[in-house]
């Protein structure tokens, strides 16, 4: 157990819809990064929070938004979902980028998309 | 942006025998570089890293190397164990304010009993 917890851990829903994924880090960690996880395209960094602000953006479509609460949760919003969007989405925690690099990653949230 | 590669994408070995995953990266700015284990149904779990001060790293059946000239680096699995099979990722990162981790495709080991 890495300490990282996401929900839910499975969602279905349908194309036009809006989700969203909730990512608690581990005690102390400061940053959370999130990564999308396809057949096709492995695994892809979404974006980065650090302390409450956005640190990094990779490949994370406009459709998809995210933010990191003051009790350092984060929650990946996505809308409106897509056939493609199907896929595992991971956050991972980190202490700090200034800091240890490690991320430990959470059990993530399989989206299906009908 | 950094690419990372990752050979072989399938690697089936006898109980006992060693394994060795290769990958390659393109930015020459990279300075920590984690191998991570991922179990059917699981997140990805850290197995081990090494940053660019350093040649090599081991924990007891787990070392990796890594060449900053070459810009490669590997993962040596010794004496492998029925449990040790999973998908194994590589990744990589320039760790410059963020440290954001460009994968590889991943090794999907099977160790054979």
């Known amino acids: 157990d890495s300490g990282v917890t996401q929900t839910p851990k499975h969602l279905i829903t349908a194309t036009g819809q809006r989700v969203t994924l909730r990512c608690s880090p581990r005690?102390?960690?400061?940053?959370v990064y999130w990564y999308q996880q396809s057949l096709d395209q492995g695994l892809q960094f979404l974006i980065q929070?650090?302390?409450?602000?956005?640190?990094a953006k990779g490949n994370i479509l406009e459709r998809f938004s995210a933010q990191q609460f003051p009790d350092l949760h984060s929650e990946l919003n996505l809308s409106p979902l897509e056939l493609g969007d199907s896929a595992l989405y991971f956050c991972?925690?980190?202490?700090?980028?200034?800091?240890?690099?490690?991320?430990?990653f959470g059990p993530g949230t399989r989206l299906t998309v009908l | 942006g950094e690419n990372v590669e990752q050979h072989p994408s399938t690697l089936s070995v006898q109980e006992g025998d060693s394994a060795v995953i290769k990958c390659t990266y393109s930015?020459?700015?990279?300075?920590?570089f984690p191998w991570y284990k991922q179990e059917l149904g699981k997140g990805p779990q850290l197995i081990i890293d090494?940053?660019?001060?350093?040649g090599e790293k081991k924990d007891q059946r787990i070392a990796v190397t890594l060449n900053k000239t070459a810009k490669h680096f590997s993962l040596h699995i010794t004496e492998t164990q029925p449990e040790d099979s999973a998908v194994y990722f590589c990744?990589?990162?320039?760790?410059?304010?963020?440290?954001?981790?460009?994968f590889g495709k991943g090794t999907k080991l099977s160790v054979i009993p």
């Open positions: 005690s102390g960690d400061l940053s």
């Open positions: 990744a990589a990162t320039v760790g410059a304010g963020s440290y954001q981790l460009t």
């Open positions: 090494i940053r660019s001060n350093v």
């Open positions: 930015d020459s700015a990279s300075n920590y």
């Open positions: 929070y650090y302390n409450g602000e956005e640190r």
């Open positions: 991972a925690s980190s202490v700090d980028p200034g800091g240890s690099n490690e991320q430990f």
